[in-house]
Each structure stands twice: as structure tokens, then as C-alpha cells.
């Protein structure tokens, strides 16, 4: 205590403080403006997605129903491979944490083996639908769409991948947002076999069943459209965010760091 109470602390002049602590007050509520932007951002998709064809528990709308089984052709996997041990593989297996989220962010992945040659069905390509077949319970069934990748992620045997029929009228980006509704999570949960609070999996048997309203494509196409837009202000708006917070740091660290005692 009497070491603490004998070190000498920098302190401005009081009109000094006063304006280190305005400015920093509105760089912080510019932070916050900006948290408050992303989170609207984010809620607009879902919004959306009710608005023109309602909660697909209830297909208010009495959209026809139909079979995964009449959309996909086939589920593509990757296999079971042991991490590497080298971060600067040519090839990275994904995560199932990759896609949980919802969106599909691609660092959440593992150096493969040197020695992997992949197969080519393994690669993941840009508009690529996933989904987990195996995660917790609340977690089981997430779906993310692929909006850029550097070519060198793999699928692991966790994720699959949506190979659609030619003659599907179903919409990628509108099938992801069909997924992610509440009632289709729920659903997709029910699917899932395993016991308690453990690592539940779905099979490919089983997820065909799962049966989804599907809208006329063209409604379908004013959606993805929308929700593509949407998701450039989203990204604005995660830019915004990261500028914002790095000037707030950048003037947190200006007003204290440089100050010495006397």
C-alpha cells in the first residue's frame, strides 16, 4: 500500500482532462452509433424474410412444400484427416466452427497434411450452400453460403455441401435464409441423433426428408437480390465499425500512453 500511495501519476491540467475526456466521450458514442448500425443491419435480412413469405412453421402463405430430396442431387463431404502440423500448407480443412455462426468465415479452418492430394469434389468454390451435419444440439444443421474464398479450403467430413438438381427451383441464398429460420433449426435439430449434451449428427437419409415451403423462383430471386444488397450495407457497416473502434483506440492510447511524470 504505501509503494502504491508513493508512485507519481501524470495528471494534466483540470481543462486538459476536460478535453481528453470530450473528445474520447465522442469517439465512444461513435462507436456505439456504429454497433447500433451493424446490429439493424443484421436484423433487416431476417425481417425481410418474414415479410414475403412469412414463418415457415405456418406457411401462412400456403407455399408448396417439397422434399430436399426433390431439390439436392447429392451431399458432397470431405474425409476424416488428421490436422497438419505446418501453417503454411498449401491446403486448409475447415472447422464445423467455419459455419455455425451463419456466415461462412474461412480462417476458422486447419493446415492440411503436406502430403494431401484433395480431391477435387473436397475444393470449396465461391456461392457454395453448407451445412454441419454434426455439432450440439443447438448447433447441429448450421448453414452458411460461401462469399469468397482463396481457393485453397477443403471440406471436412463434418460439412456438406449443397449439389442441387438442374432442374431445382430453389435459390441458394434464399434456401440459406429458409435454414436459418427458427422453425427449420428446430426441425433440423429434431433430425439429429445422439444423446444428451453431446455431439448430435445428422444423415444424409434423414436431412432429405426434411420437407421446405418453396416460393415461385422469381420471388425467390427479388429476395436473394434484396438480401445481397442488404448484405453490401452490412459490410459498409463492419468497415465503419473497425475505423471507428481503431481511432477511439488510437486516441486512448494518444491521451495516456505518451504522458510521463514529471
Known amino acids: 500500500m504505501n509503494h502504491l500511495l508513493g508512485l507519481s501519476i501524470p495528471l494534466p491540467t483540470l481543462p486538459e482532462q476536460r478535453r481528453i475526456v470530450d473528445l474520447l466521450s465522442r469517439a465512444e458514442g461513435i462507436v456505439r452509433l456504429r454497433l447500433e448500425a451493424q446490429r439493424k443491419a443484421a436484423e433487416l435480412v431476417p425481417a425481410l424474410f418474414r415479410e414475403m413469405f412469412g414463418d415457415p412453421a405456418s406457411n401462412p402463405k400456403g407455399w408448396p412444400v417439397r422434399r430436399i430430396d426433390e431439390l439436392v442431387e447429392r451431399f458432397e463431404g470431405g474425409k476424416n484427416v488428421q490436422a497438419g502440423d505446418d501453417e503454411s500448407a498449401t491446403y486448409r480443412i475447415l472447422k464445423i466452427s467455419a459455419v455455425t455462426s451463419g456466415r461462412y468465415i474461412e480462417s476458422e479452418s486447419k493446415p492440411a497434411p503436406n502430403d494431401l492430394v484433395p480431391a477435387e469434389s473436397h475444393f470449396i468454390g465461391t456461392g457454395d450452400l ?22 485453397r479450403a477443403l471440406l471436412p467430413d463434418k460439412i456438406w455441401r449443397f449439389v442441387w438438381r438442374g432442374d431445382a427451383t430453389i435459390e441458394p441464398r434464399f434456401a440459406l435464409h429458409l435454414l436459418q429460420q427458427p422453425a427449420m433449426r428446430s426441425k433440423l435439430s429434431r433430425l439429429a441423433s445422439g444423446t444428451g449434451g453431446s455431439m448430435k449428427n445428422i444423415s444424409q437419409a ?7 415451403p418453396v416460393p415461385p423462383i422469381e420471388l425467390q430471386r427479388q429476395f436473394a437480390a434484396k438480401a445481397e444488397a442488404v448484405r453490401g450495407i452490412a459490410t459498409q457497416q463492419a468497415a465503419a465499425l473497425a475505423t471507428a473502434q481503431a481511432t477511439f483506440d488510437a486516441l486512448l492510447h494518444q491521451s495516456f500512453a505518451c504522458r510521463q511524470p514529471d
Do not use: F, P, W, Y
Open 130 to 151: 453448407l451445412i454441419s451435419r454434426a455439432n450440439t444440439e443447438a448447433l447441429v444443421g448450421a448453414t452458411a453460403i460461401v462469399e469468397i474464398t482463396d481457393g
Open 206 to 212: 434423414k436431412l432429405k426428408t426434411l420437407e421446405l
